[in-house]
């Protein structure tokens, strides 16, 4: 069974911020978040405890009297960006004095610890994935004269409850049900940077998410790297925690990611069809179409099991759509096994495709295999897989065109404040003109025209 961190180790936690608050100097802080939602979501803990201490966020890096760089691991080039972004703090911790915290997937991975140690000597906290609970007494340490305080190690962890958490968004919110992964897919690093999977305790889960429902939250993303091997306690899984959560009050619209193609039970398949709340697109990573490529990756499924698993959701789950994950140019992928993976993507007509091209990461299976890929080759696969999921998916979009689709409005476009973005209860993302008044509620909106990663709409009054 899974530990949860003791009560008093967290009350330790409040202490040290208790003391910090009461520290009278200039307390700017600035989190730089790159990676996956569970990273953003460990940054709205970390922003937590920040204010805790009597910090503010500000939008300008230069700044700040913190800067804490939230990192990932998944692919190289996201790498390199975070070496040259701590290259460019040199000067305001030479100027300024600023406080530098490294934190994230990144810093489980001993080769880049030790390039820090050796290169960036600057950096003052380093912490990991698992033990962000004890960032407050880390910085204390840090304030307190300390000279660097560097605490990675011990990955497998615990689960911990009950710290600050400072939210981004008012309406939709989300809840890291799980931590780590078990299934070491040969290219992939993060079980390496978050070690063995641990599920936090139904209760827990469930209590803050009635608590978001009191606090006026309408739409909750359950995280984990693969939710449906989520095991509460002894015979609770995921499909438990799905119906539980349906029937709090006030949470409208449950999404969650991801789950895995080789663990997606019936009951699940079935409590998604069940409850009102789930919503219907499900992300399914794929990875690859092609069987042989899939043993390769250690993925647990064929190309055939992947499409009678959507055959079989799409039987009990009316309307369902899905948006998937793919990686090409993976270690001994040949021609053909390239076209198994379109032949899949033409097959299933997927919503949203991300996609990715092979990154060989250190210390992972993949690494060591034979026959890597040319660099030209994984370019060219990917172009053609772009533009064979770009045809589809304006396809897909056309089936919209003058239909009317309920939207939970979100916030102001990113490009145009003029513009109001949300989502169809399907997961496309829609603009549409309307008074900002609406954010947060639910409306209706005629679709009017499609735009590939977009929908144009306009208010049905
Ligand atoms: N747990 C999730 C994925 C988390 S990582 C799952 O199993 O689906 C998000 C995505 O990054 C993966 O689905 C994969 O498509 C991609 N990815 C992971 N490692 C990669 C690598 N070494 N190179 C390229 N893409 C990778
Ligand atoms: Fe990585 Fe595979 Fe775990 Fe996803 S399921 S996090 S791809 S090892
Ligand atoms: Fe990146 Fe870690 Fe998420 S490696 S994708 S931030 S789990």
Known sequence: ?????????IQKQYEYME??????????????TMGCKLNENDSEKIAGMLEQMGYTEIDKMEDADIVVLNTCSIRENAEEKVFGKLGELKRQKEEKGAIICFAGCMSQEEHVVERIKKSYPYVDILFGTHNIYKFPEM??????????????????????EGLPIKREDTKSASVTIMNGCNNFCSYCIVPYTRGRERSRKPEDILDEIRNLAKDGYREIMLLGQNVNSYHGRENYNFANLLYDIDMIEGIDI???????????????????????????????PLQSGSTKVLRDMNRGYTKEEYLSLVQKIRDKVPDVTFTTDIIVGFPGETEEDFEDTLDVVKKVGFEQIYM?????????????????????????????????????????????LGTIQKILVEGESKTNAEVLTGRTRTGKIVHF??????????VEVKIISEHVWYLKGKLVE
């Not at 304030?143 to 990955?155: P, T």
């Not at 789950?259 to 079935?270: A, C, L, S, T």
């Open 1 to 9: 069974m899974i530990e949860t961190v003791k009560e008093e180790e």
């Open 19 to 32: 003391k910090i608050k009461d520290f009278g100097f200039s307390k700017k802080y600035f989190i730089d």
């Open 139 to 160: 910085l204390y340490d840090k304030l307190l004269g300390q000279k660097k305080v560097f605490d990675v190690w011990n990955i497998d962890g615990e689960v911990w």
């Open 254 to 284: 449950v999404r969650f990611m991801s789950p895995h193609p080789k663990d997606f039970k019936d009951d699940v398949i079935e409590a998604i069809a069940n409850c009102k709340s789930v919503c219907k697109v499900i992300h399914l």
């Open 356 to 400: 990715f091209i092979y990154s060989v990461r250190k210390g992972t299976r993949a690494e060591k295999m034979e026959n890597h890929i040319p660099e030209e080759i994984k370019s060219e696969r990917f172009q053609r897989l772009k533009v064979l999921a770009d045809n589809l998916i304006e396809e897909e979009n056309k089936k919209y």
């Open 433 to 442: 003109e309307g008074s900002k008044a609406l954010i947060g509620s639910e």
